[in-house]
């Protein structure tokens, strides 16, 4: 059973950059679908980036043109890069293994205006 651990958030500025990183235990996500999701404050849980097979990544269209989703495979970890960030990104992000509905515990993003 796959263990999954986020880590990188913190405080920033509007128009700032953060790195999360979901590091993988237990088993390998290497050809795993993977997503990063967020929760905001009285809000519901939603999508933020997919990764499926074949290395496609679907983003939200909130995020688009500013987040990135990567992986790597030789840590089995993988990443969601946010660039230009704004005060709505502030969030809990938390990765989800796809294939197995597994959940990290996630990691407070605070974007100040």
């Known amino acids: 059973q796959v263990q999954l651990v986020e880590s990188g958030g913190g405080l920033v500025q509007a128009g700032g950059s953060l790195r999360l990183s979901c590091a993988a235990s237990?088993?390998?996500?290497?050809?795993?679908?993977m997503a990063w999701y967020r929760q905001a404050p009285g809000k519901e849980r939603e999508v933020v980036a997919i990764?499926?097979?074949?290395?496609?990544?679907n983003y939200a269209d909130s995020v688009k043109g500013r987040f990135t989703f990567s992986r790597d495979n030789a840590k089995n970890t993988v990443y969601l890069q946010m660039n230009s960030l704004k005060p709505e990104d502030t969030a809990v992000y938390y990765c989800?293994?796809?294939?197995?509905?597994?959940w990290g515990q996630g990691t407070q993003v605070t974007v100040s205006s």
């Open positions: 990764s499926i097979s074949g290395g496609r990544t």
């Open positions: 989800q293994d796809s294939s197995s509905d597994t």
């Open positions: 237990g088993k390998s996500i290497r050809f795993n679908p």
